[in-house]
């Protein structure tokens, strides 16, 4: 049996429809609103997310998880479960191929490892935190595999578990560095500068531990073939990266490792890293030479895939009487695992969002045993940006000043932490036309100044903020001699509109009609691309598909040189362009030849390249990132504390936006996430036990329809001269800023300060 040869190749292209004739035939495709590529297969259920494949014979898994939070295993009895009916195998530590410690994922990107956390899968008796898998049990059906699992029992011996965040606060430490960057930023000395200063605002601002709940909960099948290489269908944010850590951890060459993951059902940084599901169904199929599938449930998701840190954040600001910044202070702690290196980067946009002469950055981490903390969308950058925006705002009102006036008052000419020249930077524009959009003018500037009946009502404002990214990338490139063309990258689509993007960009680059091109993704056996995180991929995918057209152009115009009949047969590269379905000469319209024609004298069917894009030098050459100004009205219910967002409108500065529909679409899913921050989701942590306490979508409180508002997005569209065609990622910024803004609205609302989240009842009352 050989699964790889039943997968079907996910391929998308524009299909004729309403929604796309009056765009599709003209040129220009960039910065289009067209409809998502995948839409049509996502409505009919006809989309096939890692747990709808189906494989020859599988088997089903379920997990054991730990009672305890620290120790060791003394006794597993598996014989009740493994005589279960329908069970295949029970595995534990005691019989589990070995196989080494996860990589951990590396931020430099110079290891090829992926894993959330270096703790042992299965190898040893030893717990390391609450609800870790301590046996998989796979049989016949999923049903006899979850029921075979309460038969397994365990007997513990103890250890005394690090879990309290508040007791380990005085044990904090510098971590080694931050994603890269140092730990601290020194400039000035912001300690006595914030003494000396006029007007002076000093709190600290706390956020709680929040989960990933997308509506994919992680799932594996995991298939080893007949010439012992292994197929794995799964969603990670990072198909090389889980096929490269895979195969390090089964002594396997990459080559006989595939990854499949055409769509991801949401990922949002917690499919990012690789986690214990995805090695546990490898290690069972490699058991029992069966295909496996393993499907975690909601509350397992919460067992089994970290979320984000909790944090405890001071902001400290000295400004003139004018409001020119004169210190800017903020330094805090985070928690991370004893088994990974993710101390979350919350002083991010500090170091470059304002500018005061005097800035002290910095962060320390506890560690503790738990569960790894892992991405979450704008991991650091949305957290940081509730505490540093509040504190702007206090700022502000203590100095009587409207708080956009103070934020253009210190707008920076140059990065105050790198000193180099910002790259593309329209903050201010995108305050003043969210400002009048918004009708910011017509707020009260003092609390409780606006009234409905019981509802007080309220506005604010917060900046939103994130870096620019960029990796290499590699695409290729397939131009058929119908005309038609293949587009591959082995790229991820989790509802983002990453397939229909790439598909604008390429058309337009090759010259031809929307229809005529494909894209082919999700599988790790297409040329690589980055992980799907940090808001890079589209733009990285972009850059890789230029190289690819101008390598396949370069072939096509040597192919055509051959034939003295052709028109292209005298022109150099430099004189040509892709448009009509071929080459043409720039300089006269008629001259030139199309792809069909030119593979017909050629005497080929197709032409094929790959290209790479280059390692990004811009982002050492200036400071690069995306902003935003985030306005939203709220009211309070002066007898219940209930807070209702009203009204939203989200104006941003992220370069050309290459297709409005699908980014406003991100745009606003950011900031429901945001809103989600700031009012219901909090993750309740036992630091007796260590354990989750909510782990079900009853309890851990997502934003429903009616919290929330219709959500206006303007954009200022504004190129940026050093990213690939002026273009920004936009996947984590709508979320930044959210918490802050809704934060403000509530005390221009109410005349309370609520600096601990979520914004809850008993906070206001």
């Given at each position: ?29 960039a910065?289009k ?30 997990l ?58 299965l ?93 994919e ?155 790894a903390?892992?991405?979450m969308?704008?991991p ?5 940006a ?48 969210g ?6 003018q ?100 972009v ?90 009205e ?40 945001g ?10 942590f ?58 403000n ?21």
């Open positions: 049996m050989n699964n790889v040869r039943t997968i079907q190749e996910t391929v998308v292209r524009f299909a004729p429809g309403k929604d796309h004739d009056s765009l599709m035939h003209k040129p220009g495709y910065g609103p067209f409809s998502r590529v995948d839409a049509n297969l996502k409505v009919k259920g006809e989309a096939l997310f890692s747990a709808d494949f189906k494989v020859e014979n599988p088997a089903f898994a379920a054991v998880y730990s009672t305890i939070t620290k120790g060791r295993i003394t006794t597993i009895d598996t014989s009740e479960a493994a005589s279960s009916s329908g069970v295949l195998a029970v595995i534990t530590h005691e019989n589990a191929p070995k196989i080494p410690t996860p990589p951990v994922f590396d931020p430099t990107g110079e290891s090829k490892g992926t894993a959330a956390s270096d703790s042992p899968v190898q040893d008796n030893r717990i390391y935190r609450d609800s870790q898998p301590i046996a998989i049990v796979i049989a016949a059906t999923l049903d006899q595999a979850e029921y075979a699992g309460t038969l397994v029992k365990v007997d513990y011996e103890t250890e005394i578990a690090t879990v309290s965040f508040a007791a380990c606060k005085p044990e904090a430490v510098t971590p080694s560095d931050v994603l890269g960057e140092e730990p601290e930023v020194k400039i000035g000395n912001a300690g006595t500068a914030f003494s000396e200063a006029e007007a002076t605002t000093d709190n600290i601002y706390r956020t709680p531990r929040y989960n990933h709940n997308a509506i909960p992680h799932a594996t099948i995991a298939v080893w073939n007949e010439d012992d290489s292994l197929l794995v269908y799964d969603p990670p944010q990072n198909l090389y990266g889980v096929k490269h850590t895979l195969a390090i951890l089964f002594g396997l060459a990459p080559e006989k490792v595939r990854v499949v993951s055409p769509f991801v059902g949401g990922g949002f940084g917690g499919k990012g890293t690789l986690w214990d599901n995805t090695m546990l169904c490898v290690i069972a199929a490699k058991t029992v030479k069966r295909p496996i599938k393993l499907v975690i449930s909601r509350a397992g998701v919460f067992r089994l895939a970290g979320g984000r840190t909790l944090s405890e954040q001071r902001v400290a600001l000295g400004a003139k009487k004018d409001g020119r910044l004169t210190a800017l202070i903020h330094s805090g702690i985070t928690a991370m695992s004893k088994h990974n290196n993710f101390p979350e980067q919350f002083t991010f946009p500090a170091r470059h969002l304002y500018s005061p002469k005097n800035i002290f950055a910095g962060q320390k981490v506890v560690k503790l045993d738990t569960i903390n892992t991405f969308r704008a650091g950058e949305s957290i940081g509730f505490a540093l925006e509040l504190a702007m705002d206090e700022l502000a009102y203590s100095l009587k000043m409207d708080p956009i006036e103070l934020r253009r008052i210190n707008e920076p000419k140059t990065d105050p932490a790198k000193n180099t020249a910002f790259s593309s930077r329209h903050l201010i524009e995108a305050y003043t036309l400002a009048e959009k918004f009708n910011w017509k707020r009260h500037a003092e609390p409780r100044g606006q009234r409905d009946g019981k509802w007080l009502v309220g506005q604010g404002v917060a900046t939103a903020y994130y870096p620019v990214l960029r990796l290499p990338a590699t695409a290729g490139i397939r131009i058929n001699a119908d005309g038609t063309a293949f587009v591959k990258a082995a790229a991820h689509e989790m509802g983002m509109g990453t397939a229909t993007v790439q598909i604008q960009h390429a058309a337009e680059k090759l010259g031809l009609p929307l229809d005529k091109v494909s894209f082919q993704y999700g599988d790790s056996d297409l040329p690589e691309s980055p992980i799907a995180g940090g808001s890079n991929q589209t733009v990285s995918i850059a890789s598909v230029t190289a690819a057209a101008e390598k396949i152009h370069k072939e096509l115009l040597a192919l055509a040189g051959r034939n003295a009949d052709s028109p292209l047969s005298n022109l150099t590269y430099e004189q040509i362009e892709a448009r009509n379905n071929g080459l043409f000469s720039k300089t006269d319209a008629p001259e030139g030849e199309t792809y069909m024609s030119i593979l017909k004298h050629a005497g080929k069917d197709h032409i094929k390249v790959n290209a790479s894009s280059e390692m990004p030098t811009e982002l050492k050459q200036y400071s690069m990132h995306s902003y935003g100004a985030q306005f939203c709220v009211r309070v219910n002066e007898e219940t504390g209930e807070t209702r967002v009203s009204r939203w409108l989200g104006s941003f500065d992220c370069g050309i936006i290459l297709n409005p529909k699908t980014a406003i679409s991100q745009f606003r899913g950011g900031i429901i996430m809103i989600g921050m700031a009012l219901t989701e909090e993750t309740l036992d630091e007796r036990k260590g354990r989750i306490m909510n782990p079900s979508l009853a309890e851990y409180h997502i934003p429903v329809n009616l919290d929330v508002p219709y959500i206006d997005i303007i954009y200022n569209n504004i190129p940026d001269a050093h990213t690939p065609i002026g273009a920004h990622g936009i996947g984590e910024i709508g979320i930044t800023g959210v918490a802050a803004a809704i934060a609205a509530v005390f221009n609302a109410t005349g309370k300060r609520v600096r601990d989240l979520p914004i809850t009842l008993d906070k206001l009352l």
